[in-house]
Nanobody, 114 residues
Framework: QVQLVESGGGLVQPGGSLRLSCTASGSIFRINTMAWFRQAPGKQREWVARIQPDYNTNHADSVKGRFAIDRDNAKNVVYLHMRGLEREAPAVYSC????????WGQGTQVTVSS
């Protein structure tokens, strides 16, 4: 059974930083491109960044230069380093393989507010 567990979210002041973590089942992690997605209330889930097993990355234009995806293949963990948090609407950030599976973890809430 696929397990995805996200953590690291919280309330951060404008301009602040967070590091999100996602632990994935070993069976899906090592052979898959992994990605972060986010969903704001009332909006569709959107893709944020992806990282291939060989560490090649892509980031959405809206976060390019501020967010960085990374992975630790030995630990089955994918990270999202977020800095310069100013413009982001409150959202739940989730990870999944790319393309995503039908099941999702609980995600982790990120709120930028002073």
């Amino acid at each position: 059974q696929v397990q995805l567990v996200e953590s690291g979210g919280g309330l951060v002041q404008p301009g602040g930083s967070l590091r999100l973590s996602c632990t994935a089942s070993g069976s899906i992690f090592r052979i898959n491109t992994m990605a972060w997605f986010r969903q704001a209330p009332g909006k569709q889930r959107e893709w944020v960044a992806r990282i291939q097993p060989d560490y090649n990355t892509n980031h959405a234009d809206s976060v390019k230069g501020r967010f960085a995806i990374d992975r630790d293949n030995a630990k089955n963990v994918v990270y999202l380093h977020m800095r310069g948090l100013e413009r982001e609407a409150p959202a739940v950030y989730s990870c999944n393989p790319s393309p995503p599976l039908s099941s999702w973890g609980q995600g982790t809430q990120v709120t930028v507010s002073s």
